[in-house]
C-alpha cells in the first residue's frame, strides 16, 4: 500500500465513523443480503458485532504506518477465524459488503480511488488472514 492510499482510508475511515456505528450496521445489512447462510457464523448481538466490526476496521486504518504490525494482527484475525469455521469463500462476500457499505456511507466522497485503496487494504488483510488460518 502507498502513502496516499494510507491516507485515503485513515481520512475516509474517520468520516464514516464521525457518524456512529451506521457502517458496521450496513455492512452485515449488506453480507447478509449477499449470503443469508453467513448468519450462522454470528451469535453476538448484531448491534455488540456490528460495534466489534467497527472497532476492528478502525484499529487497522489508523495503524496503517506500522503495516507490519497490521498484518501480523490479521494474521492472529485468520487464526481466530480458523476457529469460528469461516469458509474461504466468504472472504470474497465479506469484500464486496464492505465496499458496498463504505460507498453508502461515504456518497458523494467515494470515488474510484478510493474505492481502489480500500480494496488494496482488504486484499492485503485478507492475505494475511488466510495466511494465519493455516497454522
Known amino acids: 500500500m502507498n502513502s496516499n492510499q494510507i491516507s485515503l482510508i485513515k481520512s475516509t475511515w474517520g468520516e464514516v465513523i464521525s457518524s ?6 450496513s455492512f452485515y445489512t449488506i453480507l447478509f443480503e449477499k449470503d443469508p447462510g453467513l448468519k450462522k457464523y454470528f451469535t453476538t448481538d448484531p448491534i455488540e458485532q456490528a460495534r466489534k466490526f467497527t472497532s476492528m ?48 456511507n461515504l456518497r458523494d466522497k467515494w470515488d474510484a480511488e478510493t ?12 492475505s494475511a488472514m488466510l495466511e494465519g488460518a493455516l497454522v
Open 20 to 25: 456512529g456505528d451506521s457502517v458496521g450496521q
Open 57 to 104: 476496521i478502525t484499529f487497522f486504518a489508523f495503524k496503517l504506518d506500522n503495516l507490519e504490525y497490521v498484518i501480523s494482527e490479521a494474521r492472529e484475525l485468520g487464526r481466530r477465524h480458523k476457529f469460528y469455521k469461516t469458509p474461504e469463500s466468504a472472504y470474497k462476500t465479506v469484500q464486496n459488503a464492505l465496499i458496498a457499505a463504505l460507498a453508502e
Open 115 to 126: 474505492e481502489q485503496a480500500w480494496n488494496q487494504l482488504y486484499l492485503t488483510l485478507q
